[in-house]
Structures are given as C-alpha cells and as structure tokens.
C-alpha cells in the first residue's frame, strides 16, 4: 500500500524487492541484505529508495531477518517491514542545503572581512606614517603638505568606515536614505 500496489499485484520475492529498488541505492541495500543472509550481521536495515505505482520514489527504511533456513543452513524465508521515510530524507536535504549555504556565507563573510581589513590598514598606515614624518620634519611647508595627506587618508578611512556601517545597516533592514544636492557634473 505504501508503494501504491495492492497486495496480489507484487510477488512476494526477493527478486520484486530488487526490483523496486533505484538503482543507485542496489548495490548497498544488497550489500546489507546480504551480510544479513551470510550471518555477518543479526538482521537486515537499510535506507533505499523505492519506486511506487504511480512512478515516484519513496524512500524506505527496510529492516528483516531470516525466518527459516534448510537443512544445509541456507536461508529461504525471509521476512521484514518498510517504513516510509521520504519526509525525514526531504528534511535531511533541506537541513543539508541550509548548513551549505550558512558555510558559505560563513566564507563569504571572512572573505568580506579579510578585504575590508586590508582596505581600512592602507589609509591608516598612511596616516600614522606621515604623522610619524611630520613629528620628525623641521619645515613648515612639508609639515603642511603632509598634514594635507592625512586629512585626505583620513576621509578615506571614513569613506570606508561609513560603507562599512552601511552594509550593515542594509543587512539589518535599517537604512535610511537620505535627500541632499549634488553636483551631478562631479
């Protein structure tokens, strides 16, 4: 019923069961089904994925046992249960799908931070360079050119400062757009 067969359209066989199975997941549900029937393990349980009636693939925890073997110890009767479990495998991929994505914009974020440390570091080393210059100089006209070049490196830094608090304010939904002129020709 779960497969969406009634119970006389499907042989009760091991060669049915084979049959139903994707194709991918055979070799590793025979896998199990045989360590079971050689006695490597106690009983049978594998995930697989199945084809129903309707031509759709459920996936299926099977577990079973040997219930009867012949004389030379030969398992010929097995029995054994499914239980659907398409909804736990759609979660598990979901849940899959979501820690990729959290570890990429895990990786995007480092990657972000990383470029965002080297553009701040520019300017600032500038900024400490040149004051270090201007404590050492004795000229008054180098001291002005290279005061000059700390208040550009320093609006820089800001620049960049401000693109920083804005991305975060667009990543927290709080950003407000403000109205002011401008020269469109600059």
Known sequence: EMLGYALDELAPSIHTWRGLIHKEDTAKALGEMQAHLDGVKPCFEAEYRM????????WVLGRGRVVERDAA????????????ITERKEAEGELRKAKETAEEA???KSQFVANV???????LNCIMGFA????????????????QTIIQESETLMTLINDLLDEGKIASGKLALERKPFDLHN
């Open 51 to 58: 084809k129903t009636r309707s031509n759709e693939w459920k």
């Open 73 to 84: 110890d030969k398992p010929i009767r097995v029995t054994g249960t499914h239980l659907d």
């Open 106 to 108: 895990s990786r995007l």
């Open 117 to 123: 440390s080297h553009e701040i570091r520019t300017p």
């Open 132 to 147: 270090e210059v201007i404590l050492a100089s004795d000229s008054l006209r180098a001291i002005h050119q290279q005061a």
